[in-house]
């Protein structure tokens, strides 16, 4: 019989889409939300005040985009770091909380009401060792 020892810091990755808003404003998403928006490297981020929903939408490299990341101390993550687009919105980011997004119009979608179908689950804090730093084009540009 071969036993295999368990990795207690590895996870499957999962298959089904999911996002996170993490402390200190890094959103975060699976290797499966990532497909939902063409695997995209950069991305703007846009908010619905009135129904408080994220949606991340595809975009080529520009001052107002956000680099998508891959920490690689995270295989299957993805991260943006929107510090002050959560703060812009005053987004609670007191504790990490996942979601399951959905698309529309080609944006990846969240929506962050408790009441909402997708309503979050708190989770501790997973932000990757590797926190993107917020520079134009590849952070928290603007």
């Known amino acids: 019989m071969g036993f295999e020892v368990f990795d207690r810091g590895r996870r499957a990755p999962s298959k089904a889409p999911t996002f996170a808003v993490q402390k200190r404003g890094i959103l975060s998403f699976n290797d499966a939300s990532h497909k939902l928006i063409g695997e995209a ?20 490299e520009t ?7 891959a920490p690689e101390k995270s295989p299957g993550v993805r991260v ?6 959560v ?9 990490s909380r996942r979601y ?27 932000t990757p060792d590797e926190t993107p730093n917020e520079t134009p084009g590849g ?4």
């Open 87 to 95: 703060q812009h919105y005053d987004i609670d980011v007191s504790v």
């Open 63 to 69: 001052p107002r985009t956000y680099m998508v990341r």
């Open 41 to 60: 490297q950069f991305v703007e981020l846009l908010f619905d005040p009135d129904d408080r929903v994220i949606a991340l939408r595809p975009s080529e």
């Open 100 to 126: 399951v997004p959905t698309v529309q119009d080609g944006m990846l979608c969240v929506a962050l009401n408790a009441d909402d179908p997708a309503a979050p689950n708190e989770m501790p804090d997973e």
């Open 80 to 85: 943006v770091s929107a510090t002050s687009f």
């Open 139 to 142: 952070g928290d540009g603007h």
